[in-house]
Nanobody, 119 residues
Framework: QVQLVESGGGLVQAGGSLRLSCVGS????????MGWYRQSPGKQRELVAV????????RYADSVKGRFNFSRDYDKNTMYLQMTMLTPDDTAVYYC????????????WGQGTQVTVSS
């Protein structure tokens, strides 16, 4: 099981930017899916951005398209979520996730990082 550690959350004013990072204990690039999710109080966890092995593009939630960008650094075993033009609706706990559907199978989540956007 890959251990994931997120960082980069915090308090930001509306219109501001943050970059979240997620470092894996082992290579996260042997997974066949990696991405970011978020959960607001009283709401279900929702997909923010996900990249599937073999895809040439990242899939984003409609609510973040054009504002958020997913990227990866193979050398640092890290994935990022660059968030711009933040709004109070982006306030949530953000989680990174990696999945592998062939042995060794895993579905690993980070501990979450809080993002709070003030109006």
């Amino acid at each position: 099981q890959v251990q994931l550690v997120e960082s980069g959350g915090g308090l930001v004013q509306a219109g501001g930017s943050l970059r979240l990072s997620c470092v894996g204990s082992d290579t996260i690039f042997s997974s066949n899916e990696m991405g970011w999710y978020r959960q607001s109080p009283g709401k279900q966890r929702e997909l923010v951005a996900v990249r599937t092995y073999g895809d040439s593009s990242t899939r984003y939630a409609d609510s973040v398209k054009g504002r958020f960008n997913f990227s990866r650094d193979y050398d640092k075993n890290t994935m990022y979520l660059q968030m711009t033009m933040l709004t109070p609706d982006d306030t949530a706990v953000y989680y990174c996730n990696v999945k592998r559907s062939y042995p060794p199978i895993y579905d690993s989540w980070g501990q979450g990082t809080q993002v709070t956007v003030s109006s």
